[in-house]
């Protein structure tokens, strides 16, 4: 008796559902990436340690924070870049400690407080900040937003390697191969295509921003000064108010700027954060925050030697502030300067271009991920190594103010700060995007105080500028 067509026996198709089996396993193997199996042998290594951790294995959980950690540290000490250094360099050498020490410190928090909704953002919506402003405010204010970022990083990318050019010149090194060099690290390490490899890469070369700290004991700081620094916050020093403001707002765009928003939220998505890791990267920018106030106080106690001594810095470069605190804190610590201001170049050439490039990659829509190979991402690369060279060609252009150059460019950043706050504080309160982990009254409080805090300075130097007389300066 045949049996019915609608109940076939297992066996009377055997090859039915082997052959559906298959078909699902290539459909899936064409929709996965380079991208994907790269991201998920990292997450697996974060669950496996998760294991480890719970079984109470030794320094299991050390190592779930070291494979969690990376864009925190990063874009603190990417953004501790060589406009920033030299910015606290001016400080220090013009104003000594008194008022910019905790001054500084106050800028550093108000940077933690911002690149941890970026942590959140990216943990929970697994997409860039530049995606998100566009799908979320709509396409003239995700373009609007674009031109903020693209104009400052490619200003700021120019004084990167202002940066390196000026800080291996005090080894006699000619501009083209400083320049050049540079390029060619900043080529090795997004060739890779792999965003973890990237990161360590990056990493390392990032914690030679500490050789700030030899150079800043080599000046023999006066600890008790910096200890009434702290403690009692002295008023502002005396001087022209036009270029005490310009040093504010420096320092301030020494710590908070635009494209660290949109760094650390796609590191946050390339690296596969996930919800559950929101802790860890909390933890990952609060370290980054306090190495990146580390180095930079360094900065401005290694040139304080200089404002003892009563020597005008305006007008310094990178090699030159390294020149003069020659005789003062000796061939040594006038040489880990000059490397500390190559370093902070090279490294935020690296972190800012990527920056740029993961931006244009989530708008266009194409692939942006350092875990994908050239041929597959080769626009995301070709964004990222253009700006890169583009700026480094401006570089060589010779008798440029440098120094008037760099802190020009980290008053444009705080500037350009205030609507890319607006963009993120509006976006860490909308529940149909962050659920449960949307701003609470005090992260709200504190994002909109430092909102009010930059349109202000902002005011205040308009003022200045349009009407210097009504300033004095």
């Given amino acids: 008796m045949d049996r019915p067509l609608d109940n076939p026996s297992p066996s009377a198709h055997p090859t039915v559902e082997p052959a559906s089996s298959a078909g699902v396993k290539d459909e899936l193997a064409a929709l996965l990436t380079h991208e994907d199996l790269d991201r998920a042998r990292d997450r697996m290594q974060v669950a496996r340690a998760r294991r480890e951790k719970s079984a109470r294995k030794p320094f299991a959980g050390l190592r779930v924070l070291w494979l969690l950690v990376g864009p925190g540290i990063l874009v603190f000490l990417g953004e501790n870049d060589a406009p920033s250094m030299l910015s606290y360099a001016a400080t220090g050498s013009r104003f000594g400690v008194g008022f910019f020490i905790p001054f500084v410190l106050l800028t550093f928090l108000m940077g933690f407080v911002v690149q941890e909704m970026t942590v959140r953002l990216g943990a929970v919506t697994h997409r860039g900040h530049a995606e998100l402003i566009f799908d979320r405010f709509g396409r003239f204010w995700g373009l609007f937003s674009m031109a903020d970022l693209v104009l400052g990083n490619f200003l700021t990318l120019v004084t990167e390697f202002i940066g390196v050019r000026a800080g291996l010149s005090f080894f006699g090194i000619p501009p083209v191969v400083a320049v050049g060099g540079t390029l060619l690290v900043v080529a090795a390490a997004i060739m890779t295509g792999r965003y973890w490899t990237w990161e360590r890469i990056t990493l390392g070369l990032a914690l030679f921003n500490g050789l700030f700290v030899p150079a800043a004991l080599l ?255």
């Fill in 219 to 473: 000046a023999h700081p006066d600890w008790g000064a910096v200890g009434h620094a702290l403690l009692y916050w002295t008023p502002l020093p005396h001087g022209r108010p036009s270029e005490i403001l310009m040093l504010i707002l420096a320092d301030i765009g020494a710590t908070v700027t635009p494209w660290m928003l949109f760094f650390q939220q796609s590191a946050v998505v390339d690296k596969g954060m996930q919800p559950r890791d929101i802790e860890a990267g909390r933890l990952d920018t609060a370290v980054g925050t306090l190495l990146a106030a580390l180095f930079g106080i360094a900065a401005i106690l290694a040139t304080v030697p200089l404002f003892r001594h009563g020597i005008n810095a305006q007008d310094f470069q990178a090699a030159q502030f390294a020149q003069a605190l020659e005789p003062r804190i000796g061939h040594l610590g006038a040489a880990l300067f000059a490397l500390g201001v190559f370093d902070a170049g090279m490294v935020a050439a690296v972190t800012i271009a990527t920056s740029s490039a993961y931006a244009f990659g989530e708008v266009l829509h194409t692939g942006h991920s350092l875990n994908r190979p050239l041929r597959e991402a080769w626009p995301f690369y070709s964004i990222l190594l253009g700006s890169a060279c583009l700026a480094a060609g401006l570089v060589l252009i010779p008798h440029a103010p440098l120094e008037f150059i760099i802190l020009t460019v980290n008053v444009i950043a705080v500037l350009a700060m205030p609507p890319a706050l607006l963009f993120l504080i509006f976006l860490v309160n909308d529940r149909e995007v962050m659920g449960e982990h949307v701003n609470g009254p005090l992260a709200n409080f504190a994002v909109v105080t430092i909102t009010v805090l930059l349109v202000a300075a902002g005011v205040w130097y308009g003022v200045a500028t349009v009407f210097p007389r009504l300033m004095g300066g």
